[in-house]
């Protein structure tokens, strides 16, 4: 994965990985909100991986075989944090309203806007071009 870079970019954040070496990659995510402290508006962070092929039970006697990018945050002090931390006030500093029981309302239940992924010590899925990388894809950057 040496030289490669997978790039997401919406309307609230970008997450950039980029794989520096056969071991080590970096992992960006900067929040679009201008509203943000800086602590949480760029982030960046150093790990080490490898790719490991896996072969999972699917439905029934089916198996999938899948590609695993199993990803550790090279700084010490990350294996005391969450998996996840979510930026508090995050949706009233730097979401639209919605309407109460609106669809776009339940998808926000559904899927919290406003996360950091700390990347502990974390295995993320390889499809074709795109890394799963928590509820979203990341296509490789051409």
Same mark, same amino acid.
């Given at each position: 994965?040496?030289?490669? $870079? @997978?790039?997401?970019?919406? *309307?609230?954040?970008?997450?950039?990985?980029?794989?520096?070496?056969?071991?080590?990659?970096?992992?960006?995510? =900067? @929040?679009?909100?201008? &509203?943000?402290?800086?602590?949480? =508006?760029?982030?960046?962070?150093?790990?080490? @991986?490898? $790719?490991?092929?896996?072969? +999972? &039970?699917? =439905?029934?006697? &089916?198996?999938?075989?899948?590609?695993?990018? +199993?990803?550790?945050?090279?700084?010490?002090?990350?294996?005391?944090?969450?998996?996840?931390?979510? +930026?508090?006030?995050?949706?009233?500093?730097?979401?639209?309203?919605?309407?109460?029981?609106?669809?776009?309302?339940?998808?926000?239940?559904?899927?919290?806007?406003? +996360?950091?992924?700390?990347?502990?010590?974390? *295995?993320?899925?390889?499809?074709?071009?795109?890394?799963?990388?928590?509820?979203?894809?990341?296509?490789?950057?051409?």
């Amino acid at each position: 994965m040496k030289g490669q $870079v @997978y790039e997401l970019t919406d *309307s609230e954040q970008k997450i950039q990985l980029n794989f520096l070496t056969d071991n080590d990659c970096r992992i960006e995510q =900067s @929040y679009l909100c201008e &509203k943000l402290p800086d602590t949480f =508006s760029n982030l960046t962070m150093e790990a080490k @991986y490898r $790719v490991k092929k896996l072969k +999972i &039970k699917h =439905s029934g006697n &089916k198996h999938l075989n899948v590609n695993c990018l +199993i990803i550790e945050n090279s700084d010490l002090n990350a294996k005391k944090l969450p998996r996840f931390t979510y +930026i508090a006030e995050y949706e009233n500093l730097c979401l639209p309203k919605v309407i109460v029981n609106s669809n776009e309302y339940k998808l926000r239940r559904k899927m919290t806007p406003g +996360i950091i992924l700390n990347l502990v010590r974390d *295995s993320l899925v390889l499809r074709k071009d795109t890394i799963v990388f928590g509820y979203k894809k990341i296509p490789r950057k051409l």
